[in-house]
């Protein structure tokens, strides 16, 4: 059973393969302000995003599983992905699971703290919550390009050119 209809498609922006559908889906976490990380998918073949509502999706070949190294935690990918995105968090999120002792259990809910505290929290359908680090779900070498940005537009978007 498909979770996206044709009816919400219609409403949607639609990008097709894994190159722009990464680089989609990493601008509309930081947009919403939360770690360019969390979706760390291989493979996609579809990804969507219906503005009004705030209602996404993602889908990949197959079922991926990946270990955020800086936390020692597994995550598994569903092929498919969806969920409602609002400022610093993700709701009514499907096809995420998280391995908690022996046991893979559904995540609902992501959302960071504002003001921002360097947290970020992952909550079950049953309520249940645990509280990271934002740092382990950021990507070292997309952050140090935001921070050249950063600095460029600082510095009154002058670039110094030198030739060798």
């Given at each position: 059973?498909?979770l996206?209809?044709e009816?919400?498609?219609?409403?949607?922006?639609?990008?097709?393969?894994d190159?722009?559908?990464?680089v989609k889906s990493?601008f509309?976490?930081?947009e919403?302000?939360l770690?360019?990380?969390?979706?760390?998918?291989?493979?996609?073949t579809?990804?969507g995003y219906v503005?009004e509502t705030?209602f996404?999706?993602?889908?990949?070949?197959?079922?991926?599983?990946?270990?955020?190294?800086?936390i020692?935690?597994?995550?598994s990918?569903?092929?498919e992905?969806?969920?409602y995105?609002?400022?610093?968090k993700i709701k009514?999120l499907?096809?995420?699971?998280?391995?908690?002792?022996l046991?893979w259990?559904?995540?609902?809910?992501i959302?960071?703290?504002?003001?921002?505290?360097?947290?970020?929290?992952f909550?079950?359908p049953t309520?249940?919550?645990r509280?990271?680090?934002?740092?382990?779900?950021?990507l070292e070498?997309v952050?140090k390009?935001?921070d050249v940005?950063?600095a460029?537009?600082e510095?009154?978007?002058?670039?110094?050119?030198?030739e060798?």
């Open positions: 059973m498909a996206v209809t009816e919400i498609k219609a409403n949607a922006e639609i990008y097709y393969g190159e722009i559908c990464q990493k509309l976490l930081t919403v302000g770690p360019n990380g969390l979706l760390p998918l291989q493979d996609i579809e990804c503005k705030g996404v999706w993602l889908k990949q070949k197959k079922k991926t599983t990946h270990k955020f190294e800086k020692g935690r597994l995550a990918y569903e092929p992905i969806t969920a995105v609002e400022p610093n009514k499907t096809g995420v699971k998280t391995k908690e002792l046991l259990i559904n995540l609902s809910e959302y960071v703290a504002d003001p921002p505290t360097g947290k970020i929290t909550k079950t309520g249940l919550y509280t990271f680090p934002t740092s382990a779900f950021e070498d952050k390009v935001a940005n950063k460029e537009e510095a009154g978007g002058r670039k110094e050119v030198k060798v």
